[in-house]
Structure formats: structure tokens, C-alpha cells
């Protein structure tokens, strides 16, 4: 297992940090932690200062990393020996949010997770591993569920996103693979070329499990990828640029007599020594609170929004951050705690996640997209729209993948006023579509706003409809 760090010091060294304090201009020095956890942690009254403690939201949070990665200063130790990754949000515009992270406890928390993944015996020794995860434009996915993968003991072929589908045929027949990783939407892409093959072609492959991430795997896209690759299980792993990967799934521990956790819901196990996860009530908008009070916090096993902190992170904390998801905590059912080792299954704990907050954002082929940033994207002055709406459904042609259409109404075009051309390119960019997934989004220009899809009730324009599952 990796390096776990107690409340105590994580919180003073938050206390002086540029997350948290705003008076302190850099991340303190390695000397300077150092102190941190042999005197000043012990001054602090850690009980009340963690009562008080704020919430962490993304916006601030990111205000503050801007800042850092363009100061050159060599007091800033922000930007020194970090492992760089980025997060999402659906801007589609200049260069991504980036988020760092010590190179040594970002190799730690791998660790963890590695066994944790080894010992659910998700990853087995004999597994050979084709990863199709996405990779470059500075996204990491491929890296880190590849060293994961093999800090559990699997072994790994590394495909990437752009590799031929023909090609990984060819790997999985010639390799014999058993195990495919990668994100929801190619797992399917790759899906619906295997079922064009001959039924020769296709009997040769032995797939038997599939590590998802990025999008829920609903019961309809479960069913079709059995349908193509036969039985099988699947497995899914919970990670994120500012938590980094802390949690695993096996969709067998979803049935039986633990309950219907539903159709978009998945339950996830978690080392308590590695995350704190407190569940802010439904009923209280974490946006428009600092310092929750007792009454605030949702009890064990209701649903409410997730507010994490990484018991592995300490040069650069994460406390109390507002994630954006939506879940409840719970105990391991003795069935899933039964096959953990005794000395890890104390630890452990459930995590049972039903997405995001869909008034902050939403989620289509693997990538969040927020709707504060599409806003700024979508009045920028030279795309002229008026209004603007997301339907997301599923696709009539393509089994088990979701569709995106975006409905636009725009002034009309003049001086200044990109063409509808001009707008489809970037739309093209925003929504990060390539040939394989253009073909699921649709962009369609309006005359008038009888178009819009309006709310039953108050009879608004809704800016997000999915109708994802409900035909």
C-alpha cells in the first residue's frame, strides 16, 4: 500500500497554503512541511478547525493553480517536481485547466490503487490487458490506468484511442487478450466493429473482463457488449485530475440482496485511509455555503453531494473539496467485504455514486461539460447566438452509444459573425469530436424558439434534456 497522512497534518499544512490562505503567496517548502508536522500541526485544535473548515470549490481552486503555473519565481515550489495532468469542463477554448500534484504522492496513491485492484482480484496475473484510453493533448488517462493496471499485476498492451480498430483485433487474437480498458464510448466504438466481423473472426477472440471509466455502464450498454464479446465482468475504476484514481467497481456488487441501486447508479469500495468522504445533504447548495454546519451533512447511506478529501496528498492538499458528484457512503456488504484481505477489508468502505449534479454539469462520451463554461463559450460575441439547448438521447444507429444534439438559435450574420460553417468547426473543437464521434453529434440551427424543448411546468426553455434510457 502507499503513504497515507493523518487529518492533522493535512490540515496545517492547508492552513498556510494558497488553496486555503489567501496571505500565503506560495505552496510551502518540503522544509517547511517538515516543521509543519513535527511542531505547528500539534498547536492547532485540529477538532474545531476541522468543524470549521471551508468548503473547496473548483473555480476558486483553479483561480489559484493559474496563478501558480505561470510564476516563474523560484519560490514557488508549485511548480517543481509535480506530475502534470488536466481536468475537464467543456471549454473548448484555449489551452486546459491544469492540475498538480507531487510526482512521488501521485506515484503513492497509484500504488494504493494498484492494490486495491489486485486485491478484489479485478486485475490477475494472468491477465493480458489491451488499453484503448485516450492519450496526448495532455491528458493522461492511458498512463495512469496503465501503471495501475500493472502495479496490480496485469499486463499491458498499450493501444491508445487511435489505433485501428483491425489492429486491435489482430493484438487481442494473436496476444490471446482477455481484458479491455478504456472509456465507455470506445469500449462501444470498438464494440460495434467486432460485430461486423465473421463469426470466424469473432470466435477467436477470449475476452472475458472490461475496466471502464469516464461514463456509467448502463444495463443496456452492459447487455450489448455481452452481446458482442460474450459473458464477461465488468469492473470500473473512480479517479478525477484533483483526487486522483481512489476507488474501484465490480458491477456484480450492484445485484442481489444488497438492493437496486438503479440504472445509473454504481457502487464503489473505497480504502477510508486513502479518501475522507463526507456527504453534504441534497437539501443545501454548496454553492452558496462556506462552512456547512453539523446539520448540513447527510447521514450514512443518503444521497447528497460529495465532498472529498485525499488522505494522500500533502504537498498540495485537497480538503473539503465540492467534487460535483453525487453519492452516499455506506458499509461494504459482507459478500463484497469477503473478498478483500482481512487486513484491508477493516478500512474499507462503499461508495455508491449516481453522477453528477446535473445543474453544474453534465457528462456525454467520457468528458464533463459545465454549464458556466459553455455559457462564457456560447456568448462569446462572434458565434451570435440568441439560445441554446443540449438533448442528449440514445442512438438510433449505433447500439448503446448516446447522442448529442445541440439546438442553436443565432442573430443574423453580419460584421463580425462567424458563419454557420465557421460555427460548426468550432463547435467541432469544443466538444472534442473526432471522426469516430462525430457521427453522435448533431448541431441544428433554428429559425425561432418554437424549436425549444420547454419545461411542462413553467413552460421555460430547459438548457439540458436527456433522454438517455427512457425509450
Not at 477538532?47 to 483553479?62: A, I, M, V
Request: hydrophobic letters at 35%; glycine letters at 8%; a neutral charge.
Amino acid at each position: 500500500m502507499g503513504t497515507f497522512y493523518s487529518i492533522d497534518d493535512i490540515l496545517g499544512v492547508a492552513a498556510v497554503h494558497p488553496f486555503y490562505n489567501a496571505a500565503s503567496h506560495y505552496p510551502p517548502s518540503v522544509d517547511e512541511i517538515d516543521q509543519i508536522r513535527r511542531f505547528k500541526a500539534r498547536e492547532l485544535d485540529i477538532g474545531t478547525r476541522w468543524l470549521s473548515w471551508p468548503l473547496l470549490h473548483k473555480d476558486e481552486l483553479y483561480k489559484t493553480i493559474h496563478r501558480l503555473c505561470a510564476d516563474e519565481n523560484p519560490d514557488n515550489g508549485y511548480r517543481r517536481n509535480s506530475y502534470i495532468s488536466i481536468t475537464g469542463g467543456g471549454s473548448g477554448k484555449g489551452l486546459p485547466m491544469l492540475f498538480l500534484t507531487d510526482r512521488d504522492e501521485n506515484y503513492n496513491q497509484r500504488v494504493s490503487m494498484g492494490s486495491l485492484m489486485k486485491a478484489c482480484n479485478m486485475v490477475e496475473p494472468s491477465d493480458w490487458v489491451l488499453n484503448l484510453h485516450y492519450s496526448g493533448n495532455f491528458y493522461r488517462s492511458l498512463d495512469l490506468s496503465t501503471e495501475t493496471i500493472e502495479l496490480a499485476g496485469g499486463n499491458v498492451l498499450c493501444g491508445g484511442h487511435l489505433i485501428p480498430h483491425e489492429r486491435s483485433v489482430d493484438a487481442c487474437i494473436q496476444y490471446r487478450v482477455n481484458f479491455l480498458a478504456s472509456d465507455t464510448a470506445s469500449l462501444l466504438n470498438f464494440a460495434h466493429h467486432v460485430e461486423s466481423l465473421s463469426s470466424s473472426t469473432r470466435s477467436q477472440l477470449r475476452i472475458s473482463k472490461i475496466m471502464y471509466t469516464s461514463e456509467t455502464m448502463s444495463r443496456r450498454k452492459q447487455d450489448y457488449l455481452t452481446s458482442v464479446f460474450g459473458p464477461m465482468t465488468f469492473f470500473s475504476c473512480f479517479a478525477s485530475a484533483e483526487t486522483g484514481p481512489w476507488a474501484v467497481a465490480n458491477l456484480g456488487w450492484a445485484t442481489g440482496s444488497d438492493g437496486d441501486n438503479g440504472e445509473d447508479a454504481r457502487n464503489f469500495v473505497f480504502d477510508s485511509r486513502t479518501m475522507k468522504v463526507e456527504v453534504l445533504s441534497l437539501s443545501v447548495d454548496p454553492l452558496s455555503v462556506s462552512s456547512p454546519g453539523e446539520r448540513d451533512w447527510a447521514q450514512e447511506g443518503t444521497a447528497g453531494h460529495l465532498i472529498l478529501t485525499c488522505l494522500q496528498r500533502l504537498r498540495n492538499p485537497l480538503v473539503r473539496y465540492v467534487s460535483g458528484d453525487v453519492g452516499s457512503v455506506q458499509s461494504v456488504p459482507p459478500r463484497v467485504m469477503s473478498q478483500f484481505p482481512p487486513d484491508m477489508a477493516e478500512h474499507l468502505k462503499m461508495l455508491r455514486l449516481y453522477g453528477r449534479d446535473k445543474r453544474f454539469s453534465f457528462k456525454w462520451l467520457g468528458d464533463y461539460y459545465e454549464f458556466d463554461k459553455m455559457d462564457k463559450v456560447m456568448q462569446s460575441k462572434e458565434w451570435g447566438l440568441l439560445q441554446w439547448q443540449v438533448i442528449l438521447a440514445d442512438d438510433s444507429q449505433m447500439r448503446g452509444s448516446d447522442c448529442l444534439e445541440l439546438r442553436l438559435l443565432r442573430r443574423a450574420e453580419g460584421e463580425g459573425i462567424l458563419s454557420d460553417q465557421e460555427l460548426r468547426q468550432r463547435l467541432r473543437d469544443t466538444f472534442f469530436l473526432t471522426t469516430l464521434t462525430e457521427k453522435l453529434f448533431k448541431a441544428v440551427f433554428l429559425h425561432d424558439l418554437n424549436g425549444f424543448q420547454r419545461s411542462e411546468s413553467s413552460g421555460k426553455i430547459v438548457r439540458l434534456i436527456d433522454k438517455r434510457g427512457k425509450n
